[in-house]
């Protein structure tokens, strides 16, 4: 059963700035769906119309089987998290999260049930009585999470709600919010412009740029699949390194612009312009390879990054399994597997399957 679905939807702001040039998109009953891209694409727009915060251009969004295009907010049964947490400052953790029920007439035997509820499933019990100034951004984090939570909508939105947090807590946090989605499986739609978060987080992927959906699909079949140059270069990192070149008269290598040839794992047109995409993971050591200089290392551990150039002096990314960091300057025989060689068309940018 479909939860929430949004058709031809559409938004231009009053000045012309269109923010979501078309999108459609189904999201089933339980789903973790996330909506990722670079800042700017329109992301929180497509959020905020779902919410009810912004009119709808054209096009039709239904929660469940009901159309809320003219619905308000509050009667959208939806609740969403913002970036900002946007807590009452005097009021209490429990006051905070207990207002919305409130306004919504629920008893308050059953308001005092879903506080400690929520509270107990997010581990803030002992803040019930606290005000956010005398709280740490997890924590007021946290109580924002339980203050949606509390509602028991049919929908989650989440505008970005980590990215206020430092690196360790984000990472910690976005576990919590996982297995959270797990034990209520509640319908989730969930912004944000980091592609590992993205990864992590989502039962699908909606990658976006410029108000124009890309690419839906499962995390790690956006990643081995990406419909085109862009989800390639945006899904992954360090980025996929895409360089462009024309096939050779074989039909199985591409003579690159930047040097090299590499071979593909393809029959393709003979002077076709391409554009030949691989990984830095699946760069490896080989004897053919392509004669590249070594320019940066950056070792990870186990792992290192190899910044490298072509003969015409074009930067390509390497993560390498090596016992000893090469010195700059030096030269590596670097192929990508052709296996793991992902081919598009160098005018459209599309994958060529
Ligand atoms: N209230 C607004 N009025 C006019 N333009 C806006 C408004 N809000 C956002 N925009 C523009 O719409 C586009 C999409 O913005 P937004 O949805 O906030 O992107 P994202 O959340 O992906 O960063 C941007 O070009 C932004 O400048
Ligand atoms: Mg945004």
Do not use: W
Not at 148 to 176: I, M, W, Y
Not at 240 to 246: A, E, K
Not at 252 to 267: K, W, Y
């Amino acid at each position: 059963m479909s939860s929430l679905s949004i058709e031809n939807v559409r938004k231009v702001y009053p000045g012309g700035t269109v923010a979501v040039r078309e999108c459609s998109l189904d999201i089933t009953h339980g789903e973790f769906l996330v909506l990722v891209g670079p800042s700017g694409c329109g992301k929180s727009t497509l959020l905020r119309m779902i919410a009810g915060l912004e009119d709808i251009t054209d096009g039709t969004i239904s929660i469940g089987d009901r159309v809320v295009n003219k619905i308000a907010p509050k009667d959208r049964d939806i609740a969403m998290v913002f970036q900002n947490y946007a807590l009452y400052p005097h009021k209490t953790a429990r006051a905070n999260m207990e207002f919305a029920l409130k306004l919504r007439r629920v008893p308050k035997d059953e308001r005092r049930r879903r506080v400690m509820d929520a509270a107990r499933i997010l581990g803030i019990e002992e803040l019930l009585d606290r005000r956010p100034g005398r709280m740490s951004g997890g924590q007021q984090q946290r109580v924002a999470l339980g203050r949606a939570l509390v509602r028991e909508p049919a929908v989650f939105l989440f505008d970005e709600p980590l990215s206020n947090l430092d690196a360790k807590l984000r990472h910690q946090t976005r576990g919590e919010l996982k297995e959270l989605h797990r034990r209520v499986a509640t319908t989730s739609i969930y912004v944000t412009h980091d592609q590992e978060e993205a990864m992590t987080l989502g039962d699908r992927v909606v990658v976006m740029k410029d108000g124009v959906i890309q690419q839906i699909g499962p995390p790690l079949e956006v990643y081995q699949n990406p419909s085109n140059r862009f989800v390639a270069a945006f899904i992954g990192a360090p980025a996929m390194n895409l360089l462009d070149g024309t096939v050779g008269e074989d039909g199985r290598t591409v003579q690159l612009d930047a040097g090299p040839a590499v071979a593909i794992d393809a029959s393709l047109e003979s002077g076709r312009r391409v554009t030949v995409g691989f990984r830095p993971q699946h760069l490896e050591m080989h004897d053919d390879g392509m004669p590249l200089t070594v320019r940066v290392c950056e070792p990870l551990g186990e792992e290192t990054d190899v910044i490298l150039e072509t003969s015409k002096e074009v930067a390509i990314t390497a993560r390498l399994h090596l016992t000893r960091v090469p010195e700059s300057g030096s030269t590596l025989n670097l192929r990508p597997r052709p296996e793991s060689i992902h081919l598009f068309d160098a005018d459209s940018g599309m994958r060529i399957s």
